[in-house]
């Protein structure tokens, strides 16, 4: 999937994809990442994605973890951005949005029933706020939140481009 990622200090656009992401791109990977990327990708019952640059394939900007629960309802284990794009200081602007949307995307295509579209995922206490008013989470019980699918929709085409 093809996308666009915005570089902070120019307010440039650049183009980028999100492809899948095994065991042969963790070497890859530049900087201390928060989460454990090697032990992560055992897990069998998930599918693993990257965000990078069209140009540069083998660099991450971010990844993203997904898992379907029950083969009905989709599970965001883990998403997080590079190093270099942490925080008000990040190179790029809007690589977890992108990944969030397409995970978005993926609970519509995978999700099935009542939970198709539904995108639910467990927060950082200290990052509830941010899920809740920049993309429209809901809380659901301490930290489980979850995105309704008319708020998928927006996420999707405000990060990606698409419209369900």
């Known amino acids: 999937m093809e996308l666009h990622i915005i570089e902070a200090e120019t307010g440039s656009e650049f183009l980028a994809q999100i492809t899948e992401f095994g065991k042969s791109d963790l070497s890859s990977l530049k900087g201390k990442w928060k ?5 992560l990708l055992k897990s069998e019952q998930a599918i693993f994605f990257k965000l990078t640059l069209k140009n540069m394939p ?6 993203l973890m997904l898992t379907l629960v ?20 990040g190179k790029y602007e809007n690589v977890a949005g992108a990944l969030i949307a397409f995970a978005c995307e993926k609970s519509f295509e995978l999700g099935k029933g009542d939970y198709m579209g539904f995108l ?19 809380l659901a019980i301490r930290r489980r939140m979850f995105i309704e699918p008319e708020q998928a929709k927006a996420l999707m085409a405000k990060y990606l481009g698409k419209k369900l």
């Open 35 to 39: 989460f454990n990327w090697k032990e």
């Open 58 to 63: 083998s660099s991450a900007e971010g990844l």
């Open 70 to 89: 029950d083969d009905e309802a989709l599970f965001m284990n883990n998403v997080e951005v590079a190093p270099h794009n942490y925080g008000s200081k």
């Open 120 to 138: 639910s995922f467990e927060s950082k206490s200290s990052l509830v706020s941010l899920y809740q008013e920049k993309y429209g989470a809901t």
